[in-house]
């Protein structure tokens, strides 16, 4: 995620470290009415901008937002990696979207904005965590409920499901497909943590709705760009065809 760098926490050190720089920059204009003569002089020495990596997961451990070093294979890591690959699959398929002109590419933009908190409360494991992370990352239910209703919209709209279908209808289309089965592999990862107490329920309602919505919203791309969707059929090796 954008908050979570190789280095484990190395991107919340970046946002702070650019949050100062952008306070300088504005600092550096001066207070309006001010001459440029009465203008403090501006410091020789240049902010120093932290590096990409850091070294520290080079023995294959990463620190948790609440400070606990784990290895990099243990299932918050995997639940972080796997939503992380899920933002990036919704972001190739904005892509496409965009070129389409369909205006859910604002709704699926707004859903990574929810998987980047989603990786913020899986990083805060709660048997290591203080009621100030607990603060500042506990997922909350507004999110799901607004995936609700964009899965009701758009089912309104569609044709009843009455076959199983193919991951088709274009590209627009087998994009959502695929970042639909993404979504349920992070909800596989995310499940254990719950199950464990170390995450919020939350989460793994949030997936699990989202999958729903990412279905739909890829037969409605196929329907609106005018693709037919492919019927499983099953093979049958006494047809010719």
């Not at 929810?114 to 992370?133: M, W, Y």
Request: charged share 25%; hydrophobic share 35%.
């Amino acid at each position: 995620m954008a908050v979570w760098g190789p280095g484990g926490r190395l991107g919340l050190r970046w946002c702070f470290g650019a949050r100062r720089l952008l306070c300088l920059r504005f600092q550096s204009r001066g207070p309006q009415g001010v001459e440029d003569g009465e203008r403090p002089q501006p410091s020789s020495k240049k902010p120093k901008i932290p590096k990409i990596y850091t070294k520290t997961g080079d023995k294959g451990f990463s620190s948790t937002f609440t400070g606990e070093r784990r290895p990099k294979d243990d299932q918050v890591f995997e639940a972080m990696g796997t939503t992380d690959e899920l933002s990036s699959a919704i972001g190739f398929a904005m892509e496409l979207i965009a070129e389409k002109g369909h205006p859910f590419a604002e709704e699926l933009q707004k859903i990574q904005c929810s998987l980047q908190d989603i990786g913020a409360a899986l990083a805060t494991p709660r048997s290591s965590a203080r009621e100030a992370h607990l603060k500042h990352t506990t997922f909350a239910v507004g999110p799901i409920l607004e995936l609700e209703q964009w899965i009701d919209r758009y089912s309104s709209q569609l044709p009843l499901l009455t076959a199983f279908i193919l991951p088709s209808g274009g590209k627009s289309s087998s994009a959502l497909h695929f970042c639909r089965a993404v979504c349920r592999r992070a909800e596989r990862r995310v499940v254990p943590l719950v199950q464990t107490g170390e995450t919020d329920a939350n989460v793994a309602k949030f997936l699990n709705r989202l999958s729903d919505y990412l279905f739909t919203l890829a037969r409605y791309a196929a329907m609106k760009e005018g693709n037919p969707e492919k019927i499983y059929k099953k093979n049958d090796p006494s047809d010719p065809a």
